[in-house]
C-alpha cells in the first residue's frame, strides 16, 4: 500500500464511526510493515458541520442545506451517471426508475458516479434501489442521501463531544471541514465549537511550531527525500 509505506496523510471519506475506525485499524496496522510508527501518518476524514441552538434546529437547517446543495436537476443527473440512461422525464420528486441501467460501454453522462465498471453500476443501482425502498426516498431524497459527507450536526457541546469521540475511539486522527458556505463558513465553528474543544484540553490554543508538519506532530522526514512527500489516498 503507498499510502502506509510513503504518505504523510490520508484525506478520507467515512460516513460511520464504525467504518471510519475499520479503515484507521487496517492502515495503522500496515506501517510496521515499513518500519513506521502509528503516528507517522494521521488519518483526517473531510466532513461537513451544521451548528444549530438546539439539535432539531440544527437537523433542520442541514435539511435546508441539503435540499440546496442537491437541486432536482442535480438528482436526475447524478443518477443518469449510474444509470446510464436519460432519465429527464422521471419525477426527481418520485421513486427510482422502474428500468434496469443500461449496461452498454457508451456512457450517456461523465462524472464521479460514473466512474465505476458496468458490474459497479449494476451494484451501485441495486444497492441504491434497496435502500430507496426501505426508507421509501424518492430519487431527490436518495441523492441526497448517498452524497453527503460525514457531517457533524447538533448544538456546539453535542458537535465538539462527537468530535472527540471519533477521535478518542481511533475512527480519525482529526478532520478537515468544509463548510457549505464561503466565505465566513468557518466564522461560527471557530466563536462556538473550537473554544470547548480547547476547555477539555483536546484542541491546541497556540501553534508553536514552524511548520504544519510539526504542529501534526508528523516525524521529520524532509531530510530523507528530495522533494516533499506527498499525501497518497488509498
Keep these: 500500500m503507498l499510502a502506509a509505506s510513503h504518505a504523510d496523510l490520508i484525506y478520507s471519506r467515512h460516513g460511520s464511526l464504525e467504518t471510519g475506525q475499520a479503515f484507521y485499524a487496517d492502515v495503522k496496522r500496515r506501517l510496521t510493515k515499513y518500519g513506521r510508527s502509528p503516528d507517522a501518518l494521521k488519518i483526517l476524514p473531510g466532513a461537513n458541520f ?9 437537523q433542520e437547517k442541514l435539511r435546508a442545506i441539503r435540499l440546496q446543495q442537491v437541486s432536482p436537476r442535480n438528482a436526475i443527473v447524478f443518477l443518469e451517471q449510474v444509470w446510464n440512461r436519460d432519465l429527464l422525464n422521471y419525477d426527481p420528486d418520485g421513486p427510482l426508475p422502474d428500468i434496469e441501467p443500461d449496461i452498454s460501454e457508451t456512457r ?19 444497492v441504491w434501489r434497496e435502500l430507496a425502498e426501505r426508507d421509501k426516498l424518492s430519487i431527490r431524497q436518495l441523492i441526497i442521501r448517498v452524497t453527503g459527507r460525514q457531517h457533524f450536526v447538533g448544538t456546539p457541546d453535542e458537535i465538539a463531544t462527537e468530535i472527540n469521540h471519533y477521535v478518542q475511539a481511533d475512527a480519525a486522527d482529526g478532520f478537515v471541514f468544509a463548510p457549505h458556505l464561503t466565505p465566513g463558513g468557518f466564522d461560527e465553528f471557530v466563536e462556538r465549537v473550537v473554544p470547548i474543544l480547547q476547555e477539555r484540553g483536546v484542541y491546541r490554543t497556540d501553534y508553536v511550531e514552524a511548520t504544519l508538519r510539526s504542529n501534526l506532530g508528523l516525524p521529520d522526514r524532509l531530510a530523507q527525500y528530495s522533494t516533499p512527500n506527498l499525501a ?3
Excluded at 450517456?108 to 441495486?126: F, I, S, W, Y
Aim: net charge negative; charged share 25%; hydrophobic share 45%.
Design 232 to 234: 497518497a489516498a488509498v
Design 108 to 126: 450517456l453522462a461523465q462524472g464521479r458516479a460514473n466512474n465505476q465498471d458496468v458490474a459497479g453500476r449494476l451494484e451501485t443501482a441495486r
Design 50 to 58: 451544521v451548528i444549530g441552538d438546539t439539535q432539531a434546529d440544527a
